[in-house]
Structure formats: C-alpha cells, structure tokens
C-alpha cells in the first residue's frame, strides 16, 4: 500500500491485465507537478520519455538527452507519483555501446530515481542489453517502430512499417525482446493492423502510440493531449486546449499591469 491507501502498479501488474483484456493507461511527465496530476487521474503507468528533449529543451531530436536528465526527471516524476508504474527512458548512447553500459547506466537510473522501470528502443539489436538489465534486476520496457532516437537513419515522425515483410520482420524483433525479458513493449506509429498481429502474438502486454486500438494499451504524450506545444500530429486527441489558456492569461495579466488594473486592492496586504 501507497500512502494515498491504494496499490501501487507494478510490472506483474501488466502481464495481468494483457490475461484479463484489461487496458493498460500510460502517459509521459517531466515533472513532479504534472506526475501528481497525472497518478490522481488514475493512469496505471507514467513514462519519463526522452521526449522532454523536444517537448520541454525545444531541441529538434531527442538524440541529447543524457542519464543525468533523465535522472533528475525520473526523481521528480517519482516524487509526484503515489500509485502509477513510473518508467524512465534510456536516453541515446546509454545501452547501444554495451550491455555493461546498457547495466552501469540502467542501473543508475533505477537506483537514484526510485522508479520501476527503464524503457529503450529496438529490436533484435539490443536483446543482449535487454537481458543484461533484466538479469541485473532492472525491469525493461522495449520500444518498436517509430523510434525516434533513429532519426538520422529513419526519418521524422510518420506511419511506418508497411506493406509487405512488415510484419515478419516486427514480429522478428518483437520475439528478439520478448525472449530477453521485457515485461512490455510500445508499438509507435505503425499501421494498426499489423499492430493487432502484434498484439496478438505478444505473450507481452503492448502498448501502442499512433498504432491503432487494438494493443494491450495506450501511451500519449501529456503536453500534447493537454494542447500544449504547436501541431499535434494525426494520432493525437486533444483533450484540452491549454496553450490557448495559457496564451490568454497571461495576455490579460500582462495588460492588466499595463493598465494599473493589477494588483487591484483585493490582491494588496491590508496592514
Ligand atoms: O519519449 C517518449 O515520450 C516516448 C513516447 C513517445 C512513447 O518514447
């Protein structure tokens, strides 16, 4: 039991709820603030992606993200969080060198920001990472697809992995991950048919993004369901329109100083 009186989501908690069509809730945070929010929701898991990279630094990629970051990030996304599973992306050149790399810096990871997991991205390529990290007791989450620490060689953000021998090769490396122990594994922006294959195939739960409904669950983006940040690409719902929000209070704050109208006497000490 959390000190909110309720049980804290783990990995077991996962493979449960592949078994019993239950889906898994994922959402990214940066921060403890959006964290709290985001656990008192009742999201079942928090991903601390490396996408703050891009969405928080304004970078173009999320190829600088260090352990360091994501280290602070991950403690203060775990300090908001009471219930949800809080995983930590393995930001570039942490796990691809070595598997004691993958170990020294997974480790790392797990040890100074208290969550529950490590997330990275490929297949067959960094099975043997993946089962350094597990055997070393560190829970691993894969990510296939869309992966974006691939930029350079793949290409933006967009629907991939179609047409014919898609499947046959995900499928490859899916089995690669599964076999090297990751408790889950996130399916980004391919077709969703073949991300219902997956799915269907995965003795994992899967977790898709831009992937169709038919995975084990779902992961977003917070800043851009929340409408925060420019363009939200087509997979993205918008739940609320906060950047338009913000634009206009602090609009008005600024014209209300302006103005003299702030502070008006309702906001002074009275002595
Ligand atoms: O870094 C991230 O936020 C991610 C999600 C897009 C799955 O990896």
Redesign the pocket.
């Given at each position: 039991m959390n000190k909110a009186g309720t049980d804290k989501v783990t990995t077991l908690d996962f493979a449960r709820r592949k078994k019993a069509g239950e889906p898994i809730v994922m959402i990214?945070a940066y921060d403890a603030l959006f964290a709290s929010l985001a656990d008192s929701a009742g999201v079942d898991s928090i991903?601390v992606?490396?996408?703050l990279q891009t969405v928080l630094a304004g970078e173009e990629t999320?190829l600088g993200a260090t352990v360091d970051q994501m280290i602070y990030h991950g403690r203060i996304v775990q300090r908001g969080t009471e219930r949800a599973l809080v995983v930590v992306?393995m930001p570039f050149l942490s796990y691809q060198v070595s598997p004691t790399d993958a170990v020294r810096n997974g480790g790392r990871i797990l040890k100074e920001t208290g969550a529950g997991a490590v997330?990275l991205e490929g297949g067959a390529a960094v099975a043997p990472a993946v089962e350094a990290l597990v055997t070393a007791g560190v829970p691993v989450m894969g990510?296939l697809g869309y992966t974006?620490q691939s930029v350079h060689r793949m290409g933006a953000g967009r629907v991939r992995d179609r047409g014919q021998g898609a499947f046959e090769k995900l499928i490859r490396e899916l089995k690669a991950l599964e076999n090297a122990g990751v408790f889950a594994i996130?399916l980004?922006l391919m077709p969703a048919v073949i991300a219902r294959r997956l799915t269907e195939a995965a003795s994992v739960p899967t977790i898709g993004?831009g992937s169709g409904p038919r995975c084990d669950g779902q992961?977003l983006?917070l800043h851009e369901m929340l409408g925060l940040g420019g363009h939200a690409p087509l997979h993205v719902k918008r739940y609320a329109e906060l950047g338009d929000e913000v634009l206009a209070a602090v609009a008005s704050y600024a014209e209300e100083v302006r103005q003299g109208k702030f502070p008006g006497p309702e906001h002074v000490q009275k002595v």
């Open positions: 990214t991903l992606g490396d996408s999320t992306d997330k990510h974006p996130v980004a993004i992961v983006m």
